[in-house]
């Protein structure tokens, strides 16, 4: 399912990330390189840690 969140809650929870984001076993993992030409919906996960461009394993 491809979700697609306002751009302005995106921006924002980005901004939330870079400025506290802790990194630690099991809470936020170390950065991701996103694919090329990624938007801001993807780059945000994987400056915590997850691959949202991946399909999740079932």
Do not use: C, K, Y
Request: glycine share 6%; aromatic share 8%; hydrophobic share 45%.
């Amino acid at each position: 399912m491809d979700v697609r969140l306002e751009s302005v809650l995106v921006s924002e929870a980005f901004d939330w990330a870079r400025a506290n984001v802790v990194r630690r076993q099991g809470f936020f993992g170390p950065e991701l390189t996103p694919p090329a030409g990624s938007d801001e919906q993807a780059r945000m996960p994987a400056h915590v840690g997850r691959a949202a461009w991946q399909p999740v394993p079932a």
